[in-house]
């Protein structure tokens, strides 16, 4: 089962399973998990081969979050309880709803089935149980402790010999869309190292991405967020934001990053 989160694998993979070509696949949109009408859907498209939560489930795995938050288990930015009032902040708030929902998926139908991650928009709460699995990550039942450097070593092999055999191909290097879902790809293991402060290992995994698509914005942003900022490498991060924000100047979230890396710089 793989949690499709890029376009790659929800319009490309995903329709092999649906119409019934793989039958042993299935392919579910992490990014909708917390639209009900998107769960009622897949409900009826794998209902009968995955166990898919139902409303009180889903009802369950949401109050969860929030008693994690209240709670002090769990710290996000993006989901705060004040008084009587849950605050659930944009796209990263829904991400954490998202997640939670993921993980009551992966508790329902562990271990009769194998998960992997195709990381569209990050999803940090998943990140303890993630490791890499060629282009993807896959998603463990329980936080594992550390990636060990088995693991690491065939990631970093299998990828070194992904690029070589992408930048051979004829058309690769002229081909914007496959430069970049190989890149995003890469960008997600990155930022799994990377939360696990894997820092060579996390750089090398971002250059990497970076190599695959130099127009890869996301991937970019990452590296300076997850890795440049952490290490206090502000003038090469705010070098790179520079960058970002000549090619999408009107694109706020770049501009106030740099601006206070400029002032703490000061």
Partial sequence: MVFAGTDASRFVAAPLAENGLRPDLFFISPNALADSLYLDYMEDVYGDRLRIPNSDQRH????????????????????????????????????????????EILRNNQPAHRIFLDEGYPLSRLRPRLKPHGLLLELC????????????????????????????????????????????????????????????????????????APYACNVHYDYVMLYLIPRGETEKAIEILNQLIARYPNYQAYRDVRERLAAKAE
């Fill in 141 to 212: 039942p329980d936080p594992i402790e550390a990636i060990s450097p088995e693991e690491v070593a065939t990631d970093m092999a299998y990828w070194e010999n992904t690029e070589k055999q992408l930048f051979a191909a004829p058309d690769f290097e002229t081909s914007n869309w496959p430069r970049l879902t190989y890149a995003c790809l890469r960008g997600a293991i990155a930022r799994m190292y990377a939360s696990r402060k894997m820092d060579d290992i996390a750089e090398a995994a971002f250059l990497q991405a970076m190599r695959l």
């Fill in 60 to 103: 369950a795995a949401f109050s969860r979050l929030i008693d994690e938050v209240k709670t002090g288990r769990y710290a996000t930015p993006f989901i705060r309880a004040e008084e009587s009032k849950i605050n659930i902040e944009g796209n990263e708030g829904i991400g954490e709803i998202n997640a939670v929902l993921a993980e």
